[in-house]
């Protein structure tokens, strides 16, 4: 149980971020939901897990592409609950095109968002973890931080830099009861997904049954989606006293994808 702990979950309007969110009230930890979408949308996330769950939910609408408002939600974490105990760095974004065409500001865009937060979210929430001796950082990585897909250099990119930040933060924390840790899924069904699509028949000139079977569960040997809810358990149980000797580990749940 994760009863009087405090978990910050980036980007969890949506997808794995709301499932984590989810599984993490669930277990009776208070949770701070960011990411974007319709103010009523969000509400309703947020008063539905307070009435669900029994526990406090705060939104943060801070931007994980600005630094300052990263350090903003940590802070606001901080001085509503007395502490972060669980961060959660999940937030992303995909653009797929050939890399003469990768447009340079949306390089930019999914380094800051896919990466850079993750640092700036760890910088700000590591003082506290250490004062109080316990922490867990999860980073939603991605199968694209061990191997690459052609057109998605930004994303690859940003998703093998995750990977190398985990560790290293892994080393720097482990003498403080702070575990850092990624989960590298597969194919998640999820919105990100859904809007690649499009992009993906255009830069292959495939149909959108195509895509699916063909290139997305082409990739897993199970030829199944991963779940968000199947990620959330992962989270979970990388917060739980049996995880605690795993640390600076990329847990792949990619239905055999990376075994190839
Ligand atoms: P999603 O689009 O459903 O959710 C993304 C979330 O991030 C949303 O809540 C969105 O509002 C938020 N977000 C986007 N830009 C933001 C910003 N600038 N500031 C704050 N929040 C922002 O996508 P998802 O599939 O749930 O992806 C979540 C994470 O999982 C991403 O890091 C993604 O790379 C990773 N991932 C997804 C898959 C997959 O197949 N879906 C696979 C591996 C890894």
């Known amino acids: 149980t994760l009863q009087s702990k405090t978990a910050v979950v980036t980007g969890s309007t949506s997808g794995i971020g709301l499932a984590i969110a989810l599984a993490f009230a669930k277990e009776g930890a208070n949770v701070v939901i960011n990411g ?3 103010a009523d949308e969000i509400e309703k996330i947020r008063a539905g897990i307070e009435s669900e769950f ?3 939910a705060i939104y943060s ?5 600005k630094p300052d408002q990263i350090a903003g939600m940590i802070r606001q974490a901080e001085e509503t ?7 959660v760095n999940n937030a992303g974004i995909q653009h797929v095109s050939p890399v003469e065409d990768f447009p340079a500001e949306k390089w930019d865009q999914i380094i800051a968002i896919n990466l850079s937060s993750a640092f700036h979210a760890i910088k700000a929430a590591v003082p506290g973890m250490k004062k109080r001796g316990w922490g867990r950082i999860i980073n939603t990585a991605s199968a694209h931080s061990l191997v690459a897909s052609p057109f998605k250099s930004a994303y690859v990119a ?17 003498g403080n009861g702070i575990t850092v840790n990624c989960i590298s899924p597969g194919y998640v069904w999820t919105p990100l997904v859904e809007r ?12 959108k049954e195509q895509v699916i079977n063909d290139v ?13 809810e199947q990620v959330a358990a992962t989270a979970v149980f990388l917060c739980s006293d049996a995880a605690s000797q795993i640390t600076g580990a990329n847990l ?4 055999g994808w990376t075994a190839k």
Do not use: Y
């Open 36 to 38: 974007f979408g319709p």
């Open 54 to 56: 029994g526990v406090k």
């Open 61 to 65: 609408p801070a931007d994980m592409s």
């Open 81 to 87: 609950f007395g502490g972060v105990d669980i961060l």
């Open 158 to 174: 940003a998703k093998h830099g995750i990977a190398g930040l985990t560790k290293t933060v892994a080393l720097e924390v482990a």
């Open 196 to 207: 690649q699509i499009p992009d993906t028949m255009k830069a292959r000139g495939l149909t």
């Open 216 to 228: 997305l569960l082409e990739a897993q040997p199970t030829k199944q989606f991963v779940t968000p």
């Open 252 to 255: 792949s749940m990619d239905g």
